[in-house]
Protein backbone atom coordinates (compact mmCIF):
# COMPACT_ATOMS: atom_id res chain seq x y z
CA UNK A 1 0.00 0.00 0.00
CA UNK A 2 2.79 2.18 0.68
CA UNK A 3 4.64 2.05 -2.74
CA UNK A 4 0.82 2.71 -4.36
CA UNK A 5 1.02 6.43 -2.56
CA UNK A 6 4.56 7.08 -2.97
CA UNK A 7 4.50 6.70 -6.57
CA UNK A 8 1.75 9.70 -6.74
CA UNK A 9 3.36 11.49 -4.23
CA UNK A 10 6.57 11.19 -5.79
CA UNK A 11 4.45 12.40 -8.83
CA UNK A 12 3.65 15.42 -7.42
CA UNK A 13 7.19 16.20 -4.97
CA UNK A 14 9.19 15.54 -9.10
CA UNK A 15 7.05 17.85 -11.10
CA UNK A 16 4.47 19.80 -8.92
CA UNK A 17 0.89 20.09 -9.69
CA UNK A 18 0.11 18.33 -12.79
CA UNK A 19 -3.48 18.76 -12.30
CA UNK A 20 -3.97 14.94 -10.97
CA UNK A 21 -7.34 15.22 -8.96
CA UNK A 22 -8.43 12.81 -6.72
CA UNK A 23 -12.20 12.72 -7.94
CA UNK A 24 -13.01 9.74 -9.06
CA UNK A 25 -13.08 9.26 -12.86
CA UNK A 26 -16.95 7.78 -12.39
CA UNK A 27 -18.24 10.49 -12.30
CA UNK A 28 -17.24 11.86 -15.32
CA UNK A 29 -16.44 9.38 -17.73
CA UNK A 30 -17.82 5.94 -18.58
CA UNK A 31 -14.66 3.13 -19.45
CA UNK A 32 -15.28 1.76 -22.43
CA UNK A 33 -13.62 -1.69 -24.38
CA UNK A 34 -9.76 -1.61 -24.53
CA UNK A 35 -8.09 0.24 -27.19
CA UNK A 36 -4.78 -1.46 -26.72
CA UNK A 37 -2.56 -2.69 -23.36
CA UNK A 38 1.43 -2.37 -22.49
CA UNK A 39 3.27 -3.55 -19.59
CA UNK A 40 1.87 -0.81 -17.05
CA UNK A 41 -2.30 -1.07 -18.10
CA UNK A 42 -4.34 -0.36 -20.71
CA UNK A 43 -5.81 2.13 -23.05
CA UNK A 44 -9.65 2.05 -22.78
CA UNK A 45 -12.51 4.23 -24.71
CA UNK A 46 -14.01 6.79 -22.51
CA UNK A 47 -17.63 8.29 -22.99
CA UNK A 48 -18.60 11.21 -21.10
CA UNK A 49 -21.28 11.09 -19.08
CA UNK A 50 -22.37 15.01 -19.97
CA UNK A 51 -22.06 14.27 -23.56
CA UNK A 52 -22.07 10.53 -25.15
CA UNK A 53 -21.09 11.87 -27.98
CA UNK A 54 -18.07 12.68 -27.04
CA UNK A 55 -15.20 9.90 -27.08
CA UNK A 56 -11.66 10.12 -25.46
CA UNK A 57 -8.94 7.60 -24.98
CA UNK A 58 -8.44 7.25 -21.12
CA UNK A 59 -4.79 5.53 -20.61
CA UNK A 60 -5.42 3.50 -17.42
CA UNK A 61 -1.87 2.85 -15.15
CA UNK A 62 -1.57 0.66 -12.71
CA UNK A 63 0.86 2.39 -9.55
CA UNK A 64 1.67 -0.44 -8.70
CA UNK A 65 3.39 -1.82 -11.51
CA UNK A 66 5.72 1.73 -12.22
CA UNK A 67 8.81 1.14 -9.85
CA UNK A 68 11.17 2.37 -11.83
CA UNK A 69 9.51 3.23 -14.75
CA UNK A 70 7.88 6.08 -12.75
CA UNK A 71 10.60 8.85 -15.07
CA UNK A 72 9.22 7.55 -17.97
CA UNK A 73 5.64 8.30 -16.89
CA UNK A 74 6.47 12.15 -15.94
CA UNK A 75 8.61 12.27 -18.94
CA UNK A 76 5.11 11.51 -21.04
CA UNK A 77 2.96 14.10 -18.66
CA UNK A 78 5.54 16.65 -19.21
CA UNK A 79 5.69 16.42 -22.76
CA UNK A 80 1.91 16.36 -23.98
CA UNK A 81 0.76 19.19 -21.39
CA UNK A 82 4.13 20.92 -23.16
CA UNK A 83 3.37 20.03 -26.82
CA UNK A 84 0.68 21.48 -29.37
CA UNK A 85 0.95 20.29 -32.91
CA UNK A 86 -2.04 18.57 -35.51
CA UNK A 87 -0.10 15.51 -35.58
CA UNK A 88 0.56 14.98 -31.20
CA UNK A 89 -2.09 13.52 -29.56
CA UNK A 90 -3.09 16.01 -26.82
CA UNK A 91 -3.90 15.00 -22.95
CA UNK A 92 -6.57 16.66 -21.48
CA UNK A 93 -7.26 15.39 -17.71
CA UNK A 94 -5.94 13.59 -15.32
CA UNK A 95 -7.34 11.57 -12.60
CA UNK A 96 -6.35 9.32 -9.64
CA UNK A 97 -7.59 6.65 -7.05
CA UNK A 98 -6.03 4.60 -4.65
CA UNK A 99 -3.80 2.73 -6.71
CA UNK A 100 -4.51 3.71 -10.63
CA UNK A 101 -3.95 6.55 -12.59
CA UNK A 102 -5.87 7.84 -15.75
CA UNK A 103 -4.99 10.12 -18.29
CA UNK A 104 -7.96 11.18 -20.42
CA UNK A 105 -6.37 11.81 -23.87
CA UNK A 106 -7.70 13.24 -27.44
CA UNK A 107 -9.31 9.54 -28.94
CA UNK A 108 -7.83 9.26 -32.67
CA UNK A 109 -9.59 7.43 -35.38
CA UNK A 110 -7.41 4.88 -36.82
CA UNK A 111 -4.91 2.37 -36.42
CA UNK A 112 -1.14 1.90 -35.76
CA UNK A 113 1.02 2.85 -39.03
CA UNK A 114 2.78 -0.57 -38.31
CA UNK A 115 -0.62 -2.59 -38.70
CA UNK A 116 -1.46 -0.32 -41.91
CA UNK A 117 1.70 -1.19 -43.46
CA UNK A 118 1.09 -4.93 -42.78
CA UNK A 119 -2.04 -4.74 -44.37
CA UNK A 120 -0.80 -3.01 -47.44
CA UNK A 121 2.74 -5.29 -47.20
CA UNK A 122 3.70 -1.58 -48.90
CA UNK A 123 2.38 1.91 -49.62
CA UNK A 124 2.33 4.17 -53.16
CA UNK A 125 5.68 6.28 -52.87
CA UNK A 126 3.41 9.51 -52.77
CA UNK A 127 1.46 7.93 -49.98
CA UNK A 128 5.19 7.07 -48.11
CA UNK A 129 6.09 10.46 -48.94
CA UNK A 130 2.83 12.25 -47.68
CA UNK A 131 3.45 10.28 -43.95
CA UNK A 132 6.70 10.89 -43.74
CA UNK A 133 6.75 15.16 -44.73
CA UNK A 134 4.11 14.74 -41.61
CA UNK A 135 6.81 12.77 -39.27
CA UNK A 136 9.37 15.13 -40.20
CA UNK A 137 7.25 18.38 -39.40
CA UNK A 138 6.84 16.54 -36.28
CA UNK A 139 10.28 16.69 -35.52
CA UNK A 140 11.38 19.94 -36.42
CA UNK A 141 8.39 21.20 -33.95
CA UNK A 142 9.66 19.21 -31.17
CA UNK A 143 13.48 19.94 -32.02
CA UNK A 144 12.29 24.34 -31.71
CA UNK A 145 10.85 23.30 -28.30
CA UNK A 146 14.22 21.24 -26.83
CA UNK A 147 12.17 17.55 -26.95
CA UNK A 148 13.95 14.56 -28.53
CA UNK A 149 11.49 11.56 -28.85
CA UNK A 150 13.65 8.66 -28.94
CA UNK A 151 11.47 6.06 -29.87
CA UNK A 152 10.20 6.63 -33.47
CA UNK A 153 8.39 4.06 -34.63
CA UNK A 154 5.16 3.10 -36.92
CA UNK A 155 4.07 1.37 -33.49
CA UNK A 156 4.09 4.32 -31.83
CA UNK A 157 2.14 5.82 -35.04
CA UNK A 158 -1.86 6.17 -35.22
CA UNK A 159 -3.05 6.43 -38.84
CA UNK A 160 -6.17 7.03 -40.48
CA UNK A 161 -6.47 5.29 -43.36
CA UNK A 162 -8.53 7.79 -45.63
CA UNK A 163 -6.39 10.99 -45.12
CA UNK A 164 -3.45 9.26 -44.05
CA UNK A 165 -3.46 11.85 -41.43
CA UNK A 166 -0.78 10.73 -38.12
CA UNK A 167 -0.35 11.15 -34.94
CA UNK A 168 2.42 10.62 -32.62
CA UNK A 169 1.12 9.05 -29.34
CA UNK A 170 4.15 7.41 -26.92
CA UNK A 171 5.92 10.16 -25.62
CA UNK A 172 7.40 7.97 -22.52
CA UNK A 173 10.81 7.84 -23.80
CA UNK A 174 11.31 11.65 -24.36
CA UNK A 175 14.07 13.69 -22.96
CA UNK A 176 14.80 17.68 -23.26
CA UNK A 177 17.88 18.85 -24.38
CA UNK A 178 19.76 22.05 -25.06
CA UNK A 179 22.85 21.95 -27.53
CA UNK A 180 25.19 22.41 -24.77
CA UNK A 181 24.63 18.93 -23.39
CA UNK A 182 24.85 15.31 -24.77
CA UNK A 183 21.78 12.73 -24.33
CA UNK A 184 23.56 9.37 -22.96
CA UNK A 185 20.60 7.19 -21.94
CA UNK A 186 20.71 4.32 -24.37
CA UNK A 187 16.81 3.72 -25.15
CA UNK A 188 14.38 3.18 -27.80
CA UNK A 189 13.52 -0.15 -30.04
CA UNK A 190 16.47 -2.09 -32.10
CA UNK A 191 15.30 -1.67 -35.63
CA UNK A 192 14.79 2.17 -35.58
CA UNK A 193 17.49 3.06 -32.69
CA UNK A 194 20.71 5.55 -34.28
CA UNK A 195 24.14 3.77 -34.52
CA UNK A 196 25.16 6.78 -32.11
CA UNK A 197 22.21 6.19 -29.51
CA UNK A 198 24.26 2.23 -29.06
CA UNK A 199 27.29 4.11 -28.06
CA UNK A 200 25.42 6.17 -25.65
CA UNK A 201 26.44 9.86 -26.90
CA UNK A 202 23.94 11.24 -29.19
CA UNK A 203 21.79 14.50 -29.63
CA UNK A 204 18.29 15.44 -31.31
CA UNK A 205 19.61 14.00 -34.82
CA UNK A 206 18.84 10.57 -33.44
CA UNK A 207 15.40 10.77 -34.33
CA UNK A 208 16.14 11.63 -38.19
CA UNK A 209 17.77 8.42 -38.33
CA UNK A 210 14.61 6.58 -36.85
CA UNK A 211 12.39 8.36 -39.98
CA UNK A 212 15.13 7.10 -41.82
CA UNK A 213 14.20 3.56 -41.81
CA UNK A 214 10.81 3.68 -41.06
CA UNK A 215 11.32 5.62 -44.64
CA UNK A 216 12.64 2.91 -46.11
CA UNK A 217 10.53 0.16 -44.34
CA UNK A 218 7.29 2.28 -45.74
CA UNK A 219 9.23 1.80 -49.45
CA UNK A 220 9.84 -1.62 -49.70
CA UNK A 221 7.51 -3.33 -46.79
CA UNK A 222 10.94 -4.30 -44.29
CA UNK A 223 13.75 -2.92 -42.34
CA UNK A 224 16.79 -1.80 -44.22
CA UNK A 225 18.96 -3.40 -40.86
CA UNK A 226 16.98 -7.26 -40.17
CA UNK A 227 18.17 -9.85 -38.38
CA UNK A 228 16.34 -12.99 -36.12
CA UNK A 229 19.50 -11.61 -34.29
CA UNK A 230 19.37 -8.51 -32.11
CA UNK A 231 22.99 -8.61 -32.04
CA UNK A 232 23.59 -8.70 -35.19
CA UNK A 233 20.97 -5.96 -36.07
CA UNK A 234 23.27 -3.90 -33.69
CA UNK A 235 26.29 -4.07 -35.71
CA UNK A 236 24.51 -3.33 -39.03
CA UNK A 237 23.14 -0.58 -37.33
CA UNK A 238 26.61 0.77 -35.94
CA UNK A 239 28.41 0.07 -39.87
CA UNK A 240 25.54 2.11 -41.33
CA UNK A 241 25.39 0.68 -44.70
CA UNK A 242 21.84 -0.25 -45.52
CA UNK A 243 21.36 -2.63 -49.09
CA UNK A 244 19.65 -1.15 -51.93
CA UNK A 245 18.12 -4.08 -53.95
CA UNK A 246 17.89 -2.98 -57.46
CA UNK A 247 14.75 -5.28 -57.54
CA UNK A 248 12.49 -3.38 -54.37
CA UNK A 249 13.90 -0.07 -55.29
CA UNK A 250 13.90 0.17 -59.02
CA UNK A 251 10.35 0.87 -59.41
CA UNK A 252 10.85 4.00 -57.04
CA UNK A 253 12.11 7.73 -57.65
CA UNK A 254 16.00 7.98 -57.28
CA UNK A 255 14.70 10.71 -54.77
CA UNK A 256 12.69 8.27 -52.68
CA UNK A 257 16.53 6.42 -52.31
CA UNK A 258 18.45 9.66 -52.24
CA UNK A 259 15.99 11.16 -49.21
CA UNK A 260 16.10 7.45 -47.10
CA UNK A 261 20.20 7.09 -47.62
CA UNK A 262 20.41 11.07 -46.64
CA UNK A 263 18.68 9.85 -43.49
CA UNK A 264 20.74 6.82 -42.77
CA UNK A 265 24.03 8.65 -42.30
CA UNK A 266 26.12 8.03 -39.48
CA UNK A 267 27.97 10.84 -39.70
CA UNK A 268 25.75 13.66 -37.66
CA UNK A 269 27.15 16.36 -40.55
CA UNK A 270 26.10 14.59 -43.36
CA UNK A 271 22.29 13.28 -41.85
CA UNK A 272 19.91 15.83 -42.79
CA UNK A 273 17.95 17.90 -40.46
CA UNK A 274 14.44 18.20 -40.60
CA UNK A 275 14.60 21.61 -42.05
CA UNK A 276 16.73 20.10 -45.06
CA UNK A 277 14.42 17.37 -45.39
CA UNK A 278 11.46 19.25 -45.75
CA UNK A 279 13.31 20.89 -48.88
CA UNK A 280 14.31 18.02 -50.35
CA UNK A 281 13.12 17.20 -53.99
CA UNK A 282 11.21 13.84 -52.71
CA UNK A 283 9.25 16.24 -50.15
CA UNK A 284 9.03 19.46 -51.96
CA UNK A 285 7.94 18.03 -55.48
CA UNK A 286 5.16 15.53 -54.26
CA UNK A 287 2.56 17.96 -55.34
CA UNK A 288 3.04 21.59 -57.51
CA UNK A 289 0.44 23.14 -55.69
CA UNK A 290 0.71 24.94 -52.32
CA UNK A 291 -2.92 25.18 -51.23
CA UNK A 292 -4.38 28.57 -51.23
CA UNK A 293 -6.19 29.45 -48.05
CA UNK A 294 -10.28 30.89 -47.59
CA UNK A 295 -10.12 34.57 -47.79
CA UNK A 296 -12.07 34.85 -45.09
CA UNK A 297 -9.66 32.67 -43.02
CA UNK A 298 -7.02 35.47 -43.71
CA UNK A 299 -9.12 38.02 -43.08
CA UNK A 300 -10.68 37.07 -39.49
CA UNK A 301 -6.58 36.75 -38.83
CA UNK A 302 -6.51 40.20 -38.60
CA UNK A 303 -8.96 40.10 -35.97
CA UNK A 304 -7.24 39.03 -32.33
CA UNK A 305 -8.22 38.94 -29.09
CA UNK A 306 -6.16 37.54 -26.02
CA UNK A 307 -8.55 34.88 -24.33
CA UNK A 308 -9.30 34.26 -20.74
CA UNK A 309 -8.87 30.63 -19.75
CA UNK A 310 -12.85 30.08 -19.29
CA UNK A 311 -13.16 31.25 -23.20
CA UNK A 312 -10.42 28.79 -23.88
CA UNK A 313 -12.01 26.19 -22.25
CA UNK A 314 -14.89 26.45 -23.89
CA UNK A 315 -13.46 26.95 -27.16
CA UNK A 316 -11.86 23.86 -26.96
CA UNK A 317 -14.57 21.74 -26.16
CA UNK A 318 -16.68 22.99 -28.61
CA UNK A 319 -14.04 22.66 -30.88
CA UNK A 320 -14.31 18.73 -30.35
CA UNK A 321 -17.84 18.58 -31.54
CA UNK A 322 -17.24 19.91 -34.79
CA UNK A 323 -17.75 17.60 -37.99
CA UNK A 324 -14.64 15.89 -39.26
CA UNK A 325 -15.10 17.18 -42.50
CA UNK A 326 -14.70 21.02 -40.61
CA UNK A 327 -11.93 19.98 -38.63
CA UNK A 328 -10.14 18.47 -41.87
CA UNK A 329 -10.61 21.66 -43.75
CA UNK A 330 -9.46 23.71 -40.72
CA UNK A 331 -5.95 21.68 -40.69
CA UNK A 332 -5.76 22.00 -44.49
CA UNK A 333 -5.80 26.20 -43.85
CA UNK A 334 -3.27 25.72 -40.27
CA UNK A 335 -0.79 23.59 -42.67
CA UNK A 336 -0.99 26.12 -45.88
CA UNK A 337 -0.71 28.91 -43.49
CA UNK A 338 2.67 27.04 -42.02
CA UNK A 339 4.81 28.09 -44.38
CA UNK A 340 8.04 27.41 -42.29
CA UNK A 341 6.40 24.09 -41.58
CA UNK A 342 7.33 24.76 -37.63
CA UNK A 343 3.92 23.82 -36.35
CA UNK A 344 3.20 27.20 -35.80
CA UNK A 345 1.72 30.26 -38.54
CA UNK A 346 4.41 33.43 -38.33
CA UNK A 347 2.85 36.96 -37.67
CA UNK A 348 5.06 38.04 -40.68
CA UNK A 349 3.63 35.96 -42.90
CA UNK A 350 0.31 36.78 -42.27
CA UNK A 351 1.23 40.59 -42.91
CA UNK A 352 3.13 39.60 -46.10
CA UNK A 353 -0.24 38.28 -47.20
CA UNK A 354 -2.17 40.87 -46.22
CA UNK A 355 0.33 43.48 -48.13
CA UNK A 356 0.27 41.23 -51.29
CA UNK A 357 -3.01 41.97 -51.57
CA UNK A 358 -2.92 45.53 -50.75
CA UNK A 359 -5.38 45.07 -47.64
CA UNK A 360 -6.31 48.24 -45.30
CA UNK A 361 -8.12 47.20 -41.81
CA UNK A 362 -7.58 49.33 -38.32
CA UNK A 363 -7.61 46.24 -36.93
CA UNK A 364 -4.42 44.83 -39.06
CA UNK A 365 -2.83 47.85 -37.85
CA UNK A 366 -2.93 46.57 -34.48
CA UNK A 367 -1.57 43.45 -35.71
CA UNK A 368 1.49 45.13 -37.08
CA UNK A 369 1.79 47.26 -34.34
CA UNK A 370 1.68 43.68 -31.82
CA UNK A 371 3.80 42.29 -34.23
CA UNK A 372 6.79 45.29 -34.03
CA UNK A 373 6.96 44.97 -30.76
CA UNK A 374 7.58 40.86 -30.98
CA UNK A 375 8.89 39.54 -33.86
CA UNK A 376 8.73 36.23 -32.92
CA UNK A 377 4.71 36.18 -32.19
CA UNK A 378 3.42 32.60 -33.59
CA UNK A 379 -0.29 31.02 -33.35
CA UNK A 380 -0.11 28.09 -31.30
CA UNK A 381 -1.87 24.84 -33.12
CA UNK A 382 -4.90 25.02 -30.55
CA UNK A 383 -5.25 29.20 -30.35
CA UNK A 384 -5.95 28.52 -34.03
CA UNK A 385 -8.25 25.29 -33.85
CA UNK A 386 -10.41 26.51 -31.01
CA UNK A 387 -10.97 30.51 -31.92
CA UNK A 388 -11.81 29.31 -35.35
CA UNK A 389 -15.49 28.58 -34.09
CA UNK A 390 -18.39 30.57 -35.59
CA UNK A 391 -21.05 29.43 -33.08
CA UNK A 392 -23.40 30.74 -34.76
CA UNK A 393 -23.34 28.25 -37.65
CA UNK A 394 -21.31 25.88 -36.77
CA UNK A 395 -22.37 24.82 -33.30
CA UNK A 396 -25.75 23.48 -32.58
CA UNK A 397 -28.25 24.27 -29.76
CA UNK A 398 -27.73 21.08 -28.06
CA UNK A 399 -23.71 21.46 -28.07
CA UNK A 400 -24.29 24.77 -26.05
CA UNK A 401 -26.28 22.54 -23.75
CA UNK A 402 -23.60 20.30 -23.56
CA UNK A 403 -20.77 22.47 -23.06
CA UNK A 404 -22.58 24.33 -20.28
CA UNK A 405 -23.07 21.04 -18.77
CA UNK A 406 -19.31 20.21 -19.17
CA UNK A 407 -19.01 22.78 -16.93
CA UNK A 408 -21.87 22.18 -14.35
CA UNK A 409 -20.40 19.49 -12.70
CA UNK A 410 -22.62 18.78 -9.81
CA UNK A 411 -25.78 19.42 -12.24
CA UNK A 412 -27.21 22.20 -10.25
CA UNK A 413 -28.12 23.74 -13.53
CA UNK A 414 -25.68 27.20 -12.84
CA UNK A 415 -21.90 26.95 -13.40
CA UNK A 416 -20.49 27.95 -9.61
CA UNK A 417 -16.98 29.26 -8.64
CA UNK A 418 -16.45 25.55 -7.27
CA UNK A 419 -17.97 24.37 -10.74
CA UNK A 420 -14.62 25.94 -12.45
CA UNK A 421 -12.45 25.78 -9.68
CA UNK A 422 -12.79 21.87 -10.28
CA UNK A 423 -12.26 22.02 -13.88
CA UNK A 424 -9.65 24.13 -14.09
CA UNK A 425 -7.82 22.30 -11.64
CA UNK A 426 -8.34 19.14 -13.61
CA UNK A 427 -6.82 20.66 -16.19
CA UNK A 428 -3.45 21.76 -14.45
CA UNK A 429 -4.68 25.35 -13.33
CA UNK A 430 -4.88 26.13 -9.60
CA UNK A 431 -6.38 29.73 -10.00
CA UNK A 432 -7.16 31.67 -6.86
CA UNK A 433 -10.96 32.35 -5.89
CA UNK A 434 -9.95 36.18 -6.90
CA UNK A 435 -9.46 34.65 -10.58
CA UNK A 436 -12.03 32.63 -10.43
CA UNK A 437 -13.86 35.19 -9.44
CA UNK A 438 -13.38 37.46 -12.52
CA UNK A 439 -13.87 35.15 -14.86
CA UNK A 440 -17.56 34.67 -13.73
CA UNK A 441 -17.59 38.38 -13.97
CA UNK A 442 -16.19 38.77 -17.18
CA UNK A 443 -18.94 36.32 -17.83
CA UNK A 444 -21.71 37.99 -16.42
CA UNK A 445 -20.45 41.67 -17.98
CA UNK A 446 -21.05 40.04 -21.59
CA UNK A 447 -24.88 39.13 -20.74
CA UNK A 448 -28.03 40.84 -21.77
CA UNK A 449 -29.49 42.76 -18.66
CA UNK A 450 -32.31 40.76 -18.22
CA UNK A 451 -30.20 37.17 -18.38
CA UNK A 452 -27.87 38.76 -16.15
CA UNK A 453 -27.18 36.67 -12.87
CA UNK A 454 -28.11 38.30 -9.53
CA UNK A 455 -25.01 36.57 -7.76
CA UNK A 456 -21.82 37.53 -9.42
CA UNK A 457 -20.73 33.65 -8.32
CA UNK A 458 -23.15 31.80 -10.71
CA UNK A 459 -23.42 31.55 -14.40
CA UNK A 460 -27.09 30.76 -15.78
CA UNK A 461 -27.21 29.16 -19.27
CA UNK A 462 -28.96 32.27 -20.88
CA UNK A 463 -25.56 33.85 -19.47
CA UNK A 464 -23.66 31.25 -20.85
CA UNK A 465 -24.65 31.16 -24.44
CA UNK A 466 -24.89 34.90 -24.54
CA UNK A 467 -21.14 35.09 -23.60
CA UNK A 468 -19.98 32.52 -26.02
CA UNK A 469 -22.15 34.37 -29.13
CA UNK A 470 -20.60 37.49 -28.11
CA UNK A 471 -17.00 36.11 -27.88
CA UNK A 472 -17.95 34.22 -31.70
CA UNK A 473 -16.01 35.64 -34.64
CA UNK A 474 -19.51 36.21 -36.29
CA UNK A 475 -21.47 37.87 -33.56
CA UNK A 476 -23.14 40.75 -34.62
CA UNK A 477 -21.29 43.03 -32.02
CA UNK A 478 -17.97 42.50 -34.16
CA UNK A 479 -20.66 42.49 -37.33
CA UNK A 480 -21.49 46.44 -36.22
CA UNK A 481 -18.26 47.41 -35.90
CA UNK A 482 -16.63 45.47 -38.79
CA UNK A 483 -19.02 47.17 -41.40
CA UNK A 484 -17.47 49.74 -42.64
CA UNK A 485 -14.42 47.56 -43.76
CA UNK A 486 -16.74 44.93 -44.85
CA UNK A 487 -16.38 46.04 -48.71
CA UNK A 488 -12.87 46.29 -48.03
CA UNK A 489 -12.95 42.53 -47.31
CA UNK A 490 -15.23 41.66 -49.81
CA UNK A 491 -12.73 43.06 -52.49
CA UNK A 492 -10.25 40.87 -50.92
CA UNK A 493 -12.19 38.26 -51.05
CA UNK A 494 -12.51 38.55 -54.78
CA UNK A 495 -9.04 39.51 -55.39
CA UNK A 496 -7.85 35.98 -53.78
CA UNK A 497 -10.50 34.67 -56.08
CA UNK A 498 -8.94 35.60 -58.92
CA UNK A 499 -5.53 35.19 -57.49
CA UNK A 500 -6.49 31.23 -57.15
CA UNK A 501 -9.12 30.33 -60.44
CA UNK A 502 -5.72 31.55 -62.46
CA UNK A 503 -3.93 28.51 -60.55
CA UNK A 504 -2.42 25.60 -62.93
CA UNK A 505 -5.38 23.89 -64.43
CA UNK A 506 -4.04 20.68 -62.88
CA UNK A 507 -4.35 22.13 -59.50
CA UNK A 508 -7.90 24.17 -59.60
CA UNK A 509 -9.65 20.59 -58.17
CA UNK A 510 -7.98 22.01 -54.76
CA UNK A 511 -8.97 26.11 -56.17
CA UNK A 512 -11.33 28.51 -55.01
CA UNK A 513 -13.51 29.67 -57.45
CA UNK A 514 -16.54 31.82 -58.08
CA UNK A 515 -19.25 29.21 -56.84
CA UNK A 516 -17.58 28.30 -53.31
CA UNK A 517 -17.09 32.26 -52.30
CA UNK A 518 -20.54 32.60 -52.35
CA UNK A 519 -22.11 33.79 -48.86
CA UNK A 520 -22.30 30.05 -48.06
CA UNK A 521 -18.88 29.06 -48.44
CA UNK A 522 -18.00 32.02 -45.56
CA UNK A 523 -19.97 29.91 -42.80
CA UNK A 524 -17.02 27.74 -41.73
CA UNK A 525 -14.32 30.12 -41.44
CA UNK A 526 -13.85 33.30 -39.71
CA UNK A 527 -11.33 33.48 -37.41
CA UNK A 528 -10.47 35.24 -33.56
CA UNK A 529 -6.91 34.19 -33.04
CA UNK A 530 -4.51 34.72 -30.05
CA UNK A 531 -0.88 34.80 -29.99
CA UNK A 532 2.29 33.04 -28.50
CA UNK A 533 6.09 34.07 -27.99
CA UNK A 534 7.86 31.68 -29.58
Known sequence: MCRKVDSIDILREITGDLGITEEPISNYYSLGKILGSGKYGVVRQGISLKNPNFKCAIKVIDMNKLSSQLHSLIQEILTLKKVDHPNIVSISEMFKDEDKLYLVM???????????????????????????????????????????????????????????????IDFGLSAYFDDSSQLNSKVGTPYYVAPEVLDGKY????????????????????????????????????????????????????????????????????????????????????????????????????NFTSPDKLKKEIFQFLACNLKTETMNQMNTYFNSLDKEKTGMISIEHVLNKFEELNYRSSRLTMLRELHAKNK???????????????????????????????????NSGKITKEDLKNLMK??????????????????????EEDSKSNDRTEINFDTFKNYIY???????????????????????SMDMMDATTHAPSGNRNMSMNKSNCSDDSRKSVDFVVAFESD
Open 106 to 168: EYVEGQELFDFVTERFKLLESEACDIIEQLVKVIRYLNSIGVCHRDLKPENIIINKDTLQIKL
Open 203 to 302: HKECDMWSIGVITYILLVGYPPFNSKNMRVIYEKIRKAKPEYYQAEWENLSKEALDFTNRLLQKDLKKRMSPGKALCHNWIENKTNFDGEVSPNVLRRLA
Open 376 to 410: NLKINYSDFMTRVVDITREVEHDDLVKAFQHFDSD
Open 426 to 447: RKGENLSDDEIEELLHQVDSCA
Open 470 to 492: KLSPMSPSLRVNDFKSRVREDQL
